[in-house]
């Protein structure tokens, strides 16, 4: 049975923040802790609080729903989902990879930049991912990279991860890179980033991503991907893309991505 925490949010309205800034607390011992929703490191601390805020009380759908729609649009091209060789950006304590699982994946490798994800996944979910590796992907070492490329990687997942702080443009272009031509892309992201009055790097990322050449955009769906604190549901798009050629090299230029 798992633990149930004693959280609650506060009583003033949090529209006014970010939605990295947002805060709840958690009861432990008479003593109110307050922890932000990005205060993964603490959160996956505690088994079953990360399920209970953001499936429970928030109904996140997110890894259902990118899972589901990779599944369908990898079989509607004549593949096989169950062939799949998964490289999971931002794989936290192992929500995508069970949803992943469900649809069976031949290989699944998560990739987290804190430890206490690839701890929480180990303990939560044993023997989900092939392996998980934690690390930063703006600056990975060669050892690394020959690593994930001995994996054969042709499928990216990232979900609940891109934006507002947690990956950078930078990471999602170096895992995309380790997609082979002819692989997939599932990712979901906020539904500002596809709007062209967005300004922020990740925007002009996903933008250009989607009118490159060596990208074929093949779903495309605005839901609902989860609650906002204040109850209100948050509009997301869910993406897959096939990967038709390597990236052009002056992406990471056109995208401001410096170095
Ligand atoms: C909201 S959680 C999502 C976890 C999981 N994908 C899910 O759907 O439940 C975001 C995760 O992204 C990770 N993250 C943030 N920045 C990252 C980076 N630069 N590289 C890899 N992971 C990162 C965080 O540590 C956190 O575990």
Same mark, same amino acid.
């Given at each position: 049975?798992?633990?149930?925490?004693?959280?609650?949010?506060?009583?003033?309205?949090? &529209?006014?923040?970010?939605?990295?800034?947002?805060?709840?607390?958690?009861?432990?011992?008479?003593?109110?802790?307050?922890?932000?929703?990005?205060?993964?490191?603490?959160?996956? !601390?505690?088994?079953?609080?990360?399920?209970?805020?953001?499936?429970?009380?928030?109904?996140?759908?997110?890894?259902?729903?990118?899972?589901?729609?990779?599944?369908?649009?990898?079989?509607?091209?004549?593949?096989?989902?169950?062939?799949?060789?998964?490289?999971?950006?931002?794989?936290? &304590?192992?929500?995508?990879?069970?949803?992943?699982?469900?649809?069976?994946?031949?290989?699944?490798?998560?990739?987290?930049?804190?430890?206490?994800?690839?701890? !929480? @996944?180990?303990?939560?979910?044993?023997?989900?991912?092939?392996?998980?590796?934690?690390?930063?992907?703006?600056?990975?070492?060669?050892?690394?990279?020959?690593?994930? @490329?001995?994996?054969?990687?042709? @499928?990216?997942?990232?979900?609940?991860?891109?934006?507002?702080?947690?990956?950078?443009?930078? !990471?999602?272009?170096?895992?995309?890179?380790?997609?082979?031509?002819?692989?997939?892309?599932?990712? &979901?992201?906020?539904?500002?980033?596809?709007?062209?009055?967005?300004?922020?790097?990740?925007?002009?990322?996903?933008?250009?991503?989607?009118?490159?050449?060596?990208?074929?955009?093949?779903?495309?769906?605005?839901?609902?991907?989860?609650?906002?604190?204040?109850?209100?549901?948050?509009?997301?798009?869910?993406?897959?893309?096939?990967?038709?050629?390597?990236?052009?090299?002056?992406?990471?230029?056109?995208?401001?991505?410096?170095?």
């Amino acid at each position: 049975m798992p633990v149930r925490h004693r959280v609650h949010f506060p009583p003033q309205k949090a &529209n006014d923040l970010a939605q990295d800034e947002v805060f709840f607390y958690v009861i432990e011992d008479g003593e109110k802790i307050r922890l932000r929703f990005h205060d993964y490191a603490s959160i996956y !601390a505690r088994p079953g609080l990360y399920e209970q805020l953001f499936y429970d009380r928030l109904k996140c759908t997110s890894p259902t729903k990118v899972a589901d729609i990779l599944r369908k649009t990898v079989e509607a091209n004549g593949q096989d989902a169950t062939a799949l060789r998964v490289l999971d950006l931002g794989a936290g &304590n192992g929500m995508m990879g069970e949803a992943l699982k469900r649809h069976g994946v031949s290989r699944l490798v998560g990739v987290d930049i804190i430890p206490e994800a690839r701890e !929480a @996944c180990l303990r939560d979910r044993p023997g989900m991912y092939d392996d998980y590796y934690v690390a930063d992907f703006t600056d990975i070492d060669a050892e690394l990279h020959e690593d994930i @490329c001995e994996w054969q990687v042709d @499928c990216l997942t990232s979900v609940a991860a891109l934006g507002f702080g947690d990956i950078p443009q930078r !990471a999602f272009v170096q895992a995309l890179q380790f997609v082979r031509p002819g692989g997939w892309a599932a990712f &979901n992201i906020k539904h500002t980033f596809l709007d062209p009055s967005d300004t922020t790097g990740f925007s002009a990322l996903v933008r250009e991503l989607l009118f490159s050449e060596s990208i074929e955009v093949h779903h495309i769906e605005r839901y609902w991907h989860r609650l906002s604190m204040e109850g209100n549901p948050l509009a997301y798009f869910a993406l897959v893309l096939r990967k038709e050629a390597e990236l052009p090299l002056d992406l990471p230029r056109r995208v401001g991505i410096v170095g």
